[in-house]
């Protein structure tokens, strides 16, 4: 699997939070340093680190803020003076916005119940001081509406280790759509990139995977600049959809297809006993998988081995360990 350099030009790049990497910008002077963030995903990723209330010219320490007033468009506030720094974050964040637009982030780690940077589920307060949990982040808000086909996430969603995988899975997905994009439309690069995506995308969305199809094989009619956005936003609609085990094991059952002329019975019996305590929850993904992979070098199965399924992101992680 084409897993870039840590430190080579044709490095993953994400943004994240700047606290989460351990620097002290937060507003009591401390961090909220991540150790899988920094530590463990930073192995894989560049980091670009944004802290939108240091970048936007509020002091270390300073006072607390908070989101008030409409859900759709709170204003954020501090807590004790009620001063108002939304429109100071908004300019700075137009001209941010428009810095990350030439980093080629491939996706984003936002730090949770920030009022300036959490996703989901920010706080917001009404004219009575009462607090409901259905807000978003200023600057959250402002990336998220400018790329909204980035893959993103907070870090403490991604402590859940289902919702993990698929953020990293998006994003190394997302990185290899931008090595082709890079290259310009062609419908030959299109059809292989299709072709070697396809059981991810049947893992994910066998339905999408099928309206994926239908627009490949139209490619060829296509105007080309319309050609690539197209083909990301079905693609990033089927990452989106969540995986579950019954559409992984028809995944698989559909890899055994491939080794029918080859597997000795014993070699299928053992296959189909792995999937089974799979479908039980006796053992996790990675092992049918493994399986799966043995066959690939065993039998040499050429268009497996180009499937981006059976690898779709580095071991070390240990992603499917726990799917």
């Not at 937060?26 to 670009?48: A, I, P």
């Not at 954020?76 to 108002?84: A, C, F, G, K, Y």
Request: contains cysteine.
């Amino acid at each position: 699997m084409e897993i870039p350099a840590h430190s080579n030009e044709a490095s993953i790049r994400l943004g994240v939070s700047t606290c989460l990497l351990g620097k002290a910008v937060r507003y009591d002077g401390g961090h909220k340093l991540d150790r899988y963030v920094r530590d463990t995903l930073g192995r894989y990723f560049e980091y670009v680190p944004v802290c939108p209330e240091v970048e936007c010219g509020m002091p270390v320490p300073r006072e607390a803020l908070r989101l008030v007033g409409e859900p759709e468009a709170p204003r954020l506030v501090t807590i004790r003076s009620r001063e108002d720094h939304t429109d100071q974050m908004q300019a700075w964040g137009e001209s941010k916005l428009e810095e990350l637009a030439e980093k080629d982030l491939c996706g984003y780690i936002f730090k949770s119940r920030s009022p300036s940077s959490g996703m989901e589920r920010i706080k917001v307060y009404n004219e009575q001081g009462m607090p409901a949990p259905t807000g978003v982040g200023i600057w959250a808000r402002m990336f998220m509406d400018r790329f909204p086909l980035l893959p993103v996430e907070d870090e403490g969603r991604l402590h859940d280790p289902k919702l993990r995988e698929q953020f990293i899975e998006r994003v190394f997905v997302y990185w290899r759509w931008r090595q082709l994009a890079k290259q310009g439309p062609d419908v030959g690069r299109l059809v292989d990139f299709h072709s070697r995506h396809k059981l991810l995308l049947m893992a994910h969305s066998p339905e999408l995977y099928k309206e994926m199809g239908r627009y490949v094989a139209q490619a060829k009619q296509m105007e080309p600049d319309a050609l690539l956005p197209g083909y990301l936003e079905l693609l990033d609609r089927a990452m989106r959809v969540k995986t579950t085990t019954k559409k992984h094991i028809n995944v698989l059952h559909h890899l055994l297809g491939y080794f029918k002329d080859q597997l000795s019975s014993d070699e299928k019996q053992e296959f189909l006993e792995i999937l089974e305590h799979y479908r039980a929850g006796n053992v996790p993904l990675i092992v049918p998988i493994t399986l799966v992979n043995h066959f690939v070098r065993k039998y040499e199965e050429p268009y497996l081995g180009l499937q981006y399924y059976l690898n779709p992101h580095p071991i070390e992680l240990r992603l499917r360990n726990n799917a």
